[in-house]
């Protein structure tokens, strides 16, 4: 079936570094994928989203890779801040329809 | 300007009881999502509705649930006869068209 998956469930890294966070998706048709993050207690927040028609998408700090050959995304965070510690979810959207498919999160420590 | 809101945010219910949660989407959003995310887990589909159109049940767990959206704007999600493992976080999201759905802080349930 549909799924969506992360690599790594726990990320930790020092104040200031970059961090990587990566996803795996298995619906090639799908054409619209976003970043979210979730605080502890919160909903999930939009980071930034990409189309399948493009590879790459930058942000404020945040950049977002898309590889359409492996159906791989990732999510980069510059200059990596204590206020960025969270869970953060991929989430893909199949082109026939408006829901989303979530993978599991990945924890984002920072550490000073 | 506003932003998704959810109440209650807390619902703490017995076993058996029905539970109706609710749902303000963003000021002219036309879609509306509900999800729902277990401990520690990803978010689930449930339903969806887009503007006058037939809503997508397809992620309904069981015909204990049901979703209404009255007016195009406020909706409540009931589930009847809860059991414990309904337990968890319950969020809505709205969004303009299909694209960017924007979440709100969730209603976490209890079932004892």
């Known amino acids: 079936g549909e799924s969506v998956g992360l690599h790594l469930p726990t990320l930790s890294v020092q104040e200031g570094d970059n961090s990587i966070i990566n996803c795996a998706y298995s619906n090639s048709a799908s054409d619209y994928f976003i970043w979210y993050k979730q605080e502890s207690g919160k909903g999930p927040q939009f980071i930034i989203d990409i189309r399948s028609n493009m590879d790459k998408r930058q942000g404020q700090r945040v950049t977002v890779l898309l590889n359409k050959t492996v159906k791989h995304l990732s999510l980069q965070i510059a200059a990596t801040q204590p206020g960025d510690s969270a869970v953060y979810f991929c989430a893909e959207k199949p082109n026939n329809t408006d829901k989303l498919i979530f993978g599991t999160g990945t924890r984002l420590q920072v550490f000073p | 300007g506003a932003g998704v809101s959810q109440s209650p945010s807390n619902k703490v219910t017995e076993k058996g009881k029905d539970v109706e949660l609710r749902c303000d989407p963003i000021?002219?959003?036309?879609?509306l999502y509900w999800y729902r995310q277990s401990l520690g887990q990803g978010l689930e589909f449930l339903i969806y509705?887009?503007?006058?159109?037939?809503?997508?049940k397809s992620g309904l767990p069981s015909d204990r649930f049901s979703a209404e959206r009255t007016g195009g704007s406020v909706s409540t999600l009931t589930i009847q006869r809860t059991q414990q493992e309904d337990s968890a976080v319950y969020l809505c999201a709205s969004s303009v068209g299909g694209d960017t759905q924007y979440f709100g802080p969730g209603t976490r349930l209890t079932v004892l």
């Open positions: 000021s002219g959003h036309t879609a």
């Open positions: 509705f887009q503007g006058n159109s037939a809503p997508d």
